[in-house]
């Protein structure tokens, strides 16, 4: 055998498993991919074979036409690739399908996050802690000044800003996959039981998660109602048509954004946003930490996102750690 943990090498382009001779989330094609979740910093066409969990195959086929080739794995579900390497696919909490991939080779246990956090979602299961060697994480929010504030209260900020202004709507821009889902989910949840309206662009994305179980309550499409119809009602679209020609079909819009971003200021200001919404599928700074902590690996992998202040903590608290020059990891509006 030779040095610990040579089989698992992470490339510019991805983490490789050589003995597998696959990837995971490669940022180009490759013969064969094993993917955590649906989001195109991740996931993408062009795949000879795409292993992931049936949610994120079903997002692919959707976003990127991807049909060929798939290899769906449930969560829990443990598959053998060749060179002696085991796969299991556990819930990372971060989007519908996300998966946290557990590879295990000669007695060695590496764990590839993907993109995780650890708040309750009702759009997806939660993030499972799983022992390892090797803990690959993302670091997006990997900065101490991001602390997500209760998701409960940002919704009851949105839900205040519009009993306020009753002629009005929320416009609230939020990325289509995932972020959306979840704002309505939780919106229901909050008790808003009155149709919540759609830019044209959510629909597929919603229907799919509603074919998967998630209730999304009554949808209507922008397009399909006059502009009274949208007083005193909620709007979502992508964050690209808060401020588009689009938005002028609306009644006086408040301009919102669903975003971990909005945690800083200028970033709102950027966007002309009037009522920054802090709400994340990523982990904070304080989730970061403890999941680290929890997992207790041996070493600690740190990429896409504010890698040097995570790996300084992990060097103030005795942890190995190393910081990862992946490519092609993008921020996608969170």
């Known amino acids: 055998m030779g040095a610990p943990f040579s089989w698992i090498k992470p490339e510019p382009h991805?983490?490789?498993?050589?003995?597998?001779?696959?990837?995971?989330?490669?940022?180009?094609?490759v013969d064969k991919a094993l993917v955590t979740h649906g989001h195109a910093d991740h996931?993408?066409?062009?795949?000879?074979?795409?292993?992931?969990?049936?949610?994120?195959?079903?997002?692919m086929e959707l976003r990127y036409n991807t049909r060929e080739g798939a290899t769906p794995v449930e969560y829990g579900e443990t598959i053998r690739l060749k060179g002696g390497v085991d796969a299991t696919y556990i819930p990372a909490?971060?989007?519908?399908?996300?998966?946290?991939?557990?590879?295990?080779?000669?007695?060695?246990?590496?764990?590839?996050?993907?993109?995780?956090?650890?708040?309750?979602?009702?759009?997806?299961?939660?993030f499972e802690v799983q022992k390892c060697d090797i803990f690959i994480t993302e670091?997006?929010?990997?900065?101490?000044?991001?602390?997500?504030?209760?998701?409960?209260?940002e919704m009851a900020k949105l839900l205040d800003r519009l009993r306020a202004h009753p002629?009005?709507?929320?416009?609230?821009?939020?990325?289509?996959?995932?972020?959306?889902?979840?704002?309505?989910?939780?919106?229901?949840?909050?008790?808003?039981?009155?149709?919540?309206?759609l830019h044209g662009a959510m629909e597929k994305m919603c229907r799919l998660y509603e074919e998967h179980g998630v209730d999304l309550g009554e949808l209507r499409l922008v397009a399909d109602h006059e502009k009274d119809d949208m007083?005193?009602?909620?709007?979502?679209?992508?964050?690209?048509?808060l401020n588009d020609r689009w938005s002028r079909r609306l009644p006086d819009p408040i301009t919102a954004m669903a975003s971990g971003w909005m945690r800083i200021r200028q970033r709102a200001r950027q966007r002309n946003v009037e009522?920054?919404?802090v709400i994340s599928d990523h982990a904070d700074w304080g989730e970061l930490t403890?999941?680290?902590?929890?997992?207790?690996?041996?070493?600690?992998?740190?990429?896409?996102?504010?890698?040097?202040?995570l790996l300084r903590w992990c060097q103030l608290h005795q942890r190995r750690a190393r910081a990862l020059a992946l490519v092609g990891y993008e921020d996608e509006d969170d």
């Open 14 to 29: 991805g983490i490789y498993i050589e003995p597998a001779d696959c990837w995971v989330d490669p940022s180009r094609a």
């Open 43 to 59: 996931a993408r066409g062009g795949h000879g074979e795409t292993v992931a969990t049936p949610e994120t195959l079903a997002i």
């Open 93 to 126: 909490g971060h989007v519908l399908g996300s998966a946290q991939i557990l590879l295990e080779h000669a007695g060695e246990r590496v764990i590839v996050t993907g993109d995780y956090k650890r708040r309750e979602d009702p759009t997806c299961p939660p």
């Open 139 to 153: 670091a997006t929010f990997g900065l101490p000044v991001f602390c997500h504030p209760p998701i409960e209260e």
């Open 167 to 197: 002629d009005r709507c929320v416009l609230v821009g939020a990325y289509a996959l995932g972020k959306a889902q979840r704002v309505i989910a939780e919106l229901r949840r909050a008790g808003h039981k009155e149709p919540i309206y």
């Open 231 to 241: 007083r005193g009602a909620i709007v979502v679209c992508p964050p690209s048509a």
């Open 275 to 277: 009522l920054p919404l």
């Open 290 to 309: 403890r999941t680290i902590r929890e997992v207790d690996a041996h070493e600690n992998w740190i990429t896409h996102g504010r890698e040097d202040a």
